[in-house]
């Protein structure tokens, strides 16, 4: 059998009772065929209260010159209540506290230093960033250990060579290949390791952003290969992927497959499904994603992967991205002007702003951006183009679904019931892939319109 390779969040492990759950999880699936276990840092029950945001407010006040004694302490009564309550065994216990000791016992040297001359650059920020991954895994091979399985601390963080300077695909390829290797079991052991994954040419978050342990976990499977990889599962608190947000709407159900595309546009469009990068690492090595609860184990989950038949539904799933703001600009000089779209996009550019949809008709265009860090000062940049209007609290509602790629009147279907439904609709955009069909609604009136068409597509019996 090949290895399975399971990434648990960290809401999976922010206490020791889930840190013995995890723990008997991974000894379930050992019990048939290899394990690799990657972990985030520790969650809290509110997402300040977690590790990871307690770092980086950490380092932000050490920038500052202000004190940051406050969240390293509270870092440390959390993880050291997770060894307490979860390793029984008093040498493990003792020796993973001396370990979460002695790094943050680094990392306030390392902040003291920063608080001296006021700069984190984004190889400090990864540094810092490093000690929650190291802190978890550490305590889940005690926790492993302790219940009798061969678990081996794992540490990413100088995996990446001085010598690498870009982050381009080539990189990443590399990357890989070499995190294959470090990572793979041997003798029976349970390689438990840090999502971090070492120091990034200009900072792991601006790489690849929050989501890097999910990363790092796919470029793990694809450095294995279909080969060696049986399954890269994903733990976390959800059951899979649904057919819409279940706090949502009520009838919405768990899908028991979806293909990476479809996966990949619903986490572009407001579902927090997986980074999109790591579909693209694993789908490249054609090694299956599953998804599955760590609180609700025995469910099966959702696995990501191309169909093998054709695609008999239309609509896979519905979505909103809310917190929308629609920039519209007017102007008669758009009409026959060569050059005219781009300049308004390196306009765009230089305040920062990512758009999400665009319309354009002859003399105006509009376009969707969800953060728009000074609206008065990218106003007054595009106003050197035309007359400029700014229209916040709006939701982009989004179909997504292979099947529509051979259909018809899709689109129709939900411009009906929308409008059925008294859902006024202000945009409309269809994904060039011809798997996505967006429109822009009122975000007040978002839940209503994603309700609708979800009982239009979706709803069964």
């Known amino acids: 059998m090949g290895i399975v390779v399971q990434k648990f969040g960290g809401t999976s492990v922010g206490s020791g009772e889930r ?3 995890v723990a008997g999880i991974i000894q379930r699936t050992l019990e048939k065929q290899p394990v690799i276990a990657v972990v985030s840092a520790m969650s809290g029950t509110t997402k300040s209260e977690g590790t990871t945001s307690l770092l980086i407010a950490a380092a932000d006040a050490a920038r500052k010159g202000a004190p940051f004694a406050k969240e390293l302490e509270m870092i440390e009564q959390n993880h050291f209540k997770a060894v307490g309550d979860s390793v029984k065994d008093a040498k493990l216990r003792d020796e993973a506290r001396h370990f979460v000791t002695d790094e943050l016992g680094r990392l306030k040297s390392f902040l003291e230093a920063i ?5 984190l650059s984004p190889r400090s920020q990864d ?7 190291k802190l978890s895994a550490r305590i889940l091979t005690a926790v492993l250990n302790d219940r009798g399985v061969k678990a081996v601390y794992t540490d990413l963080a100088q995996i990446i060579p ?44 601006n790489a690849v952003g929050r989501g890097y342990t999910d990363f790092t976990t796919a470029m793990i499977a694809a450095g294995l290969g279909r080969s060696q990889a049986d399954e890269l599962q994903v733990w976390k608190e959800v059951d899979g992927i649904f057919t819409a947000d279940p706090r949502k709407v009520p009838s919405a159900r768990v899908l028991s497959s979806i293909s990476p ?25 054609n090694v299956p994603i599953r998804i599955k609860n760590s609180f609700h184990p025995d469910a099966p989950g959702t696995v990501i992967a191309p169909y093998t038949t054709e695609k008999t539904e239309l609509v896979t799933a519905v979505t909103v991205k ?28 230089q305040h920062g ?3 999400d949809l665009i319309s354009t008709s002859e003399v105006t ?51 009906t019931t929308l409008g059925t439904a008294g859902v006024n609709i202000e945009m409309i955009s269809q994904g060039a892939s011809e798997i996505n069909i967006s429109c822009v609604v009122r975000e007040d009136q978002s839940a209503t319109g994603l309700n609708a068409v979800h009982d239009a597509f979706l709803h069964h019996g």
Do not use: W
Not at 115 to 119: A, D, F, G, P, T
Not at 127 to 133: D, H, I, M, T, W
């Open 19 to 21: 840190m013995q759950n």
């Open 261 to 285: 595309a479809e996966a990949a546009e619903l986490t572009y469009f407001g579902s927090e499904v997986l980074h999109p990068f790591t579909m693209e690492r694993v789908v490249s090595a």
């Open 322 to 349: 809310r917190g929308i703001t629609v920039l519209t600009i007017t102007s008669n000089r758009m009409y026959n002007a060569h050059g005219f779209l781009a300049r308004v996009f390196n306009a765009l550019e």
């Open 353 to 355: 702003i990512v758009v």
């Open 365 to 415: 265009i509009s376009c969707t951006v969800e953060r728009l860090p000074d609206a008065d000062k990218a106003r007054a940049t595009l106003e050197q183009f035309g007359n400029v209007e700014v229209t916040p609290g709006r939701a982009i509602l989004a179909i997504v679904g292979e099947g529509m790629k051979f259909a018809s009147g899709t689109a129709g279907k939900m411009f």
């Open 162 to 205: 001085e010598s690498e300077t870009t982050v381009n695909p080539a990189f990443f390829l590399r990357l890989q290949g070499q995190l294959g290797e470090r990572c793979r079991p041997r003798d029976g052991e349970v390689p438990v390791v840090t999502g971090f994954f070492g120091m990034v040419p200009g900072g792991l978050l």
């Open 127 to 133: 540094n810092v960033l490093a000690v929650g991954e």
């Open 115 to 119: 608080s001296v001359i006021r700069e």
